[in-house]
């Protein structure tokens, strides 16, 4: 079972049809449908037996639905499914019970994590123990640790700010399609931080500022009518970054200005109303989920509000590669997020590319993963697949149309693209799809793989579809397995090299990638130098190397007596940091001497006489050329010099 299962998922419907002797799932593949398991597993006692042994739902829940539920997964198989394996979504566990005297196989297709509340000084082991709290731990601060939840509210401004007591101004905005009779348009600055995705949404948010509203980009911090800030929370100081960032804006706002001031990305959906109380300034907080509502929301606070959207919703799909707008006023669904915004957005809109010859393409938003040290879940939402020819349509669009060379697909965790879709696909299907509907002459690339879904079909299909390079992005965190199961990775040091092992015989030529967090709670010496030894066993070409950062709403935020010292993160990073630039020195240096082809994509800042592009394993190339000749081309060069980061070479006429 372990065998198919990891060449091919789908196929455990087939393996339950076959095998299963449960009369409520046999025919139907295995499906059980939702689980609410809140409502009916009970509280143990200290010796674990349960309280009671009745079977009684809550009132919260039908009993047709609980009595039905309860036949198929005993209430002891669940209770060990949740409380001792921690599942994740794509979870397999087989559990004997106790109750029935049967073996039952679960596969966990979804799973959605409500918040908890923990007090905020709570050691791992205190959490698990459970123990009483005093008089004196009603005062002290409680977190929230889980995902997907959120506000949407308007707040009309009624104070003035501090300093010269003014009442915040804000300009008004209209669609392109309506004159203004304004000859010299209103300006905004974007500022972005984080990965790729950010920039991906920055992208679009341009595209609406430009195409909808009609604004015009300025670099001038005085001169921007709108300052929207683009934010990460993945390492900590993130906030104080923020405030520093928004400090010219907010005295612009206190003068008097009409600037709007805008927060979006990871720190606005993690902070949510709390950001316009710290900052009563800023006019809105928006998650990244409404980004294709932006021009609703610049309307909304014109007329004197302040708005907070982060409450979780679906990310439309409907990439159109004609440019327009269509407003639907009369479309109301009636939801909270209808009434702030007054009609449905979408992605019609293209989005204004920061690049002319590669380009991101989102394929799956959010991500299920839930790993102790990760604050995405909580801000980028439950994991959600675009179709395939939703995804075919924009890059067909971008490289035919607009002539581009290459797309990147973006996902959280992209190798769980499609399980989220009826009927399921995989990201194996999508790239072979892509590689057979694309025309032109392009490349394929993606970020970011996990190594817990990372299946064959995958590798055979990057070392074998022409259009898709040969680079396999795959973070692997730790190398200790210990800390890998608190990190709550689903994998292990000898699982990972297994994959690597199998990247290394389908396509000896690869590129192989990684990112690594150093210092995470607990990790021994020992256990540090495991993550070396799995350095030493791959040789990466790159490694993006991080110290811990605890982060807000995650577990291991809150195990403080396993908190590392700084100075220890610092030099095991260190440490990780040189073996990293040896490895990939030696690696470099296999291109001297062969001819690889270039995708020319910029001028060397250094040294304007010289191009800059990629090989297709993702290695920079500089070489002697003129931009205006060889931008977006295919050229052929030979590499002379290898550098630990990129190579030179001389081009092949």
Same mark, same amino acid.
């Given at each position: 079972?372990?065998?198919?299962?990891?060449?091919?998922?789908?196929?455990?419907?087939?393996?339950?049809?076959?095998?299963?002797?449960?009369?409520?799932?046999?025919?139907?593949?295995?499906?059980?449908?939702?689980?609410?398991?809140?409502?009916?597993?009970?509280?143990?006692?200290?010796?674990?037996?349960?309280?009671?042994?009745?079977?009684?739902?809550?009132?919260?829940?039908?009993?047709?639905?609980?009595?039905?539920?309860?036949?198929?997964?005993?209430?002891?198989?669940?209770?060990?499914?949740?409380?001792?394996?921690?599942?994740?979504?794509?979870?397999?566990?087989?559990?004997?019970?106790?109750?029935?005297?049967?073996?039952?196989?679960?596969?966990?297709?979804?799973?959605?994590?409500?918040?908890?509340?923990?007090?905020?000084?709570?050691?791992?082991?205190?959490?698990?123990?459970?123990?009483?709290?005093?008089?004196?731990?009603?005062?002290?601060?409680?977190?929230?640790?889980?995902?997907?939840?959120?506000?949407?509210?308007?707040?009309?401004?009624?104070?003035?700010?501090?300093?010269?007591?003014?009442?915040?101004?804000?300009?008004?905005?209209?669609?392109?399609?309506?004159?203004?009779?304004?000859?010299?348009?209103?300006?905004?600055?974007?500022?972005?931080?984080?990965?790729?995705?950010?920039?991906?949404?920055?992208?679009?948010?341009?595209?609406?500022?430009?195409?909808?509203?009609?604004?015009?980009?300025?670099?001038?911090?005085?001169?921007?009518?709108?300052?929207?800030?683009?934010?990460?929370?993945?390492?900590?100081?993130?906030?104080?970054?923020?405030?520093?960032?928004?400090?010219?804006?907010?005295?612009?706002?206190?003068?008097?200005?009409?600037?709007?001031?805008?927060?979006?990305?990871?720190?606005?959906?993690?902070?949510?109303?709390?950001?316009?109380?710290?900052?009563?300034?800023?006019?809105?907080?928006?998650?990244?989920?409404?980004?294709?509502?932006?021009?609703?929301?610049?309307?909304?606070?014109?007329?004197?509000?302040?708005?907070?959207?982060?409450?979780?919703?679906?990310?439309?799909?409907?990439?159109?590669?004609?440019?327009?707008?269509?407003?639907?006023?009369?479309?109301?669904?009636?939801?909270?997020?209808?009434?702030?915004?007054?009609?449905?957005?979408?992605?019609?809109?293209?989005?204004?590319?920061?690049?002319?010859?590669?380009?991101?393409?989102?394929?799956?938003?959010?991500?299920?993963?839930?790993?102790?040290?990760?604050?995405?879940?909580?801000?980028?939402?439950?994991?959600?697949?675009?179709?395939?020819?939703?995804?075919?349509?924009?890059?067909?669009?971008?490289?035919?149309?607009?002539?581009?060379?290459?797309?990147?697909?973006?996902?959280?965790?992209?190798?769980?693209?499609?399980?989220?879709?009826?009927? *399921? /696909?995989?990201?194996?299907?999508?790239?072979?799809? #892509?590689? +057979?509907?694309?025309?032109?002459?392009?490349?394929? @690339? $993606? &970020?970011?793989?996990?190594?817990?879904?990372?299946?064959?079909?995958?590798?055979?299909?990057?070392?074998?579809?022409?259009?898709?390079?040969?680079?396999?992005?795959?973070?692997?965190?730790?190398?200790?397995?210990?800390?890998?199961?608190?990190?709550?990775?689903?994998?292990?040091?000898?699982?990972?090299?297994?994959?690597?092992?199998?990247?290394?015989?389908?396509?000896?030529?690869?590129?192989?990638?990684?990112?690594?967090?150093?210092?995470?709670?607990?990790?021994?010496?020992?256990?540090?130098?495991?993550?070396?030894?799995?350095?030493?066993?791959?040789?990466?070409?790159?490694?993006?190397?991080?110290?811990?950062?605890?982060?807000?709403?995650?577990?291991?935020?809150?195990?403080?007596?396993?908190?590392?010292?700084?100075?220890? *993160? /610092?030099?095991?990073?260190?440490?990780?940091?040189? #073996?990293? +630039?040896?490895?990939?020195?030696?690696?470099?240096? @296999? $291109? &001297?001497?062969?001819?690889?082809?270039?995708?020319?994509?910029?001028?060397?800042?250094?040294?304007?006489?010289?191009?800059?592009?990629?090989?297709?394993?993702?290695?920079?190339?500089?070489?002697?050329?003129?931009?205006?000749?060889?931008?977006?081309?295919?050229?052929?060069?030979?590499?002379?010099?290898?550098?630990?980061?990129?190579?030179?070479?001389?081009?092949?006429?």
């Amino acid at each position: 079972m372990e065998t198919q299962l990891s060449q091919d998922p789908t196929t455990f419907a087939t393996l339950a049809t076959q095998l299963s002797a449960c009369p409520h799932t046999k025919h139907d593949g295995g499906i059980i449908g939702w689980v609410d398991t809140a409502n009916f597993i009970q509280p143990t006692t200290k010796d674990g037996s349960d309280e009671d042994d009745h079977d009684d739902c809550t009132n919260s829940m039908d009993s047709s639905l609980y009595f039905i539920t309860t036949s198929i997964i005993p209430k002891d198989v669940l209770t060990t499914l949740i409380q001792h394996h921690q599942p994740k979504t794509g979870d397999i566990h087989v559990i004997p019970s106790k109750s029935t005297n049967q073996i039952h196989i679960v596969k966990v297709e979804e799973l959605w994590l409500r918040p908890i509340q923990v007090p905020k000084w709570q050691g791992k082991e205190q959490q698990q123990q459970q123990q009483q709290q005093t008089d004196s731990d009603s005062s002290m601060e409680t977190l929230r640790i889980g995902s997907h939840s959120g506000l949407n509210a308007q707040i009309p401004r009624t104070k003035r700010l501090k300093g010269q007591g003014t009442i915040p101004n804000t300009p008004t905005f209209v669609t392109s399609n309506i004159s203004n009779n304004n000859n010299d348009p209103s300006t905004y600055l974007i500022q972005t931080n984080g990965c790729q995705m950010n920039v991906a949404d920055s992208e679009r948010l341009e595209g609406i500022l430009q195409t909808q509203l009609g604004l015009r980009r300025t670099n001038d911090p005085n001169r921007a009518d709108i300052l929207i800030v683009n934010t990460c929370s993945i390492r900590e100081g993130a906030e104080k970054k923020l405030y520093d960032v928004l400090g010219p804006y907010r005295a612009r706002k206190r003068a008097g200005d009409s600037i709007a001031i805008l927060i979006t990305g990871c720190v606005a959906q993690q902070e949510g109303q709390q950001l316009l109380e710290t900052l009563p300034e800023v006019d809105v907080v928006v998650g990244p989920q409404y980004i294709p509502h932006l021009g609703n929301v610049l309307q909304s606070i014109a007329q004197g509000h302040q708005l907070v959207l982060t409450e979780p919703m679906l990310i439309p799909d409907n990439y159109s590669p004609q440019q327009h707008h269509q407003q639907s006023n009369n479309n109301s669904t009636g939801n909270d997020r209808s009434n702030l915004l007054g009609y449905d957005d979408d992605f019609s809109i293209k989005p204004i590319r920061g690049h002319s010859v590669r380009a991101w393409v989102n394929a799956i938003y959010g991500c299920n993963e839930h790993c102790s040290y990760c604050v995405v879940p909580a801000t980028r939402g439950m994991e959600q697949s675009r179709s395939m020819e939703s995804i075919l349509q924009e890059c067909l669009d971008l490289i035919q149309h607009q002539g581009y060379k290459e797309v990147t697909l973006l996902g959280q965790n992209i190798d769980a693209y499609g399980r989220d879709m009826v009927p *399921k /696909r995989t990201f194996a299907d999508l790239l072979h799809y #892509l590689n +057979a509907n694309i025309p032109n002459k392009a490349r394929i @690339r $993606y &970020v970011t793989s996990h190594p817990r879904y990372f299946s064959d079909r995958v590798i055979d299909a990057v070392a074998t579809l022409d259009k898709v390079c040969e680079c396999f992005h795959m973070p692997f965190q730790a190398g200790d397995n210990a800390v890998l199961k608190e990190m709550r990775r689903g994998y292990t040091y000898e699982s990972y090299m297994k994959i690597i092992d199998k990247i290394r015989a389908a396509a000896p030529d690869a590129a192989i990638t990684a990112d690594v967090i150093v210092g995470f709670p607990g990790e021994t010496e020992e256990a540090f130098q495991r993550t070396l030894d799995l350095m030493e066993a791959v040789h990466f070409d790159n490694l993006n190397s991080f110290a811990y950062s605890p982060r807000p709403n995650t577990e291991a935020a809150l195990w403080q007596e396993n908190q590392i010292p700084e100075d220890v *993160k /610092r030099e095991r990073l260190a440490r990780v940091q040189e #073996l990293a +630039a040896k490895h990939a020195m030696e690696r470099s240096q @296999r $291109y &001297v001497g062969t001819t690889v082809e270039v995708l020319v994509e910029d001028t060397n800042p250094r040294s304007p006489q010289q191009v800059m592009g990629r090989t297709r394993q993702g290695r920079q190339v500089y070489f002697d050329g003129d931009i205006g000749e060889l931008l977006g081309n295919f050229v052929n060069v030979e590499i002379v010099e290898a550098r630990t980061w990129s190579l030179v070479g001389k081009r092949i006429q």
